[in-house]
């Protein structure tokens, strides 16, 4: 591809395709922007019913009455995105990023992680949370720590930093590890009422040899849990997620968190196009 196309002038990447990046691929799509997601492979996401990275095993899904497609190849993302369709690529690297040669990159990534803070070429290049630090990797940061600060724009230095699962929960949500290396199983469905110490999962540890049950530590819905069948490589990663309200509607619906960072990223985009970004510097 050489030079922009009309379609690339409009395009915005997404990099990753869980909850929040699938608020920002929503937001981005009705503003009428073109929208590419790339995802790794086997999508390790939890609160599947609100992210369009089950595409990546379903071919398609839908959240909020929006469809993602997961295109074979770049020929098919291509035609995807003149018929005005969310679509994804496979591509945990960003390898299709400098084919594509975006006019907005937006990297959802941990970026506490080195290789996915590797500069793609983009117009304008946004981060998301502590990993990344704006005019050395990004051209923006927008702060993903619940409180005062969440959705900020930050064109200098750090975001907060996210210090454990702590940060990551929910006032009304308690997140679980794996606990070990192995695959794990389950025979829940996300929106399931559970009760107190009802098995959610369980999971092989491959290391002692023996089956690992995950369970509910109260009464709640099951509102987050990983693809069954997921073979977990460190007994860090999350795997499941109970909230304490007796709604199965909230497993639906975009979380107000990420439809914050959501507004914020097409804050920043909108700045970033009117040349008017003074108004929202900030420095931490």
Known sequence: MKGKTQLMKHLIIIRGGGEIATAIAC??????????????????????????????????????????????NVKAAEALLRSKKITMLVDAYGRYIKKFRPHILVNTLNGDIEGNRIQYPADYVIGLGSGFCAHRDVDCVIETRRGHNLGRLIYEGHALKTRNIKDLESETGALFTAGAVGVIRSPRTISNVLRTGDVIAELYDEENGRN???????????????????????????VAEVDSRNDPGICFSISEKARCISGAVLEAVLAFESGNRSAARTEI
Not at 212 to 238: F, M, N, Q, T
Request: proline share 4%; net charge negative; aromatic share 8%.
């Open 212 to 238: 690992v049950e995950i369970s509910a530590p109260y009464p709640g819905i099951l509102r987050g849990l990983i693809h069954d069948g997921y073979r977990c490589l460190s007994k860090d990663i999350i």
């Open 27 to 72: 937001r981005m799509h009705n503003a009428g922007y073109d929208v590419l997601l790339l995802e790794k492979a086997r999508p390790s996401a939890i609160r599947r019913e609100v992210s369009f990275a089950d595409a990546v095993y379903d071919g398609e899904k839908t959240v909020e009455r929006l469809t993602c497609y997961c295109a074979e």
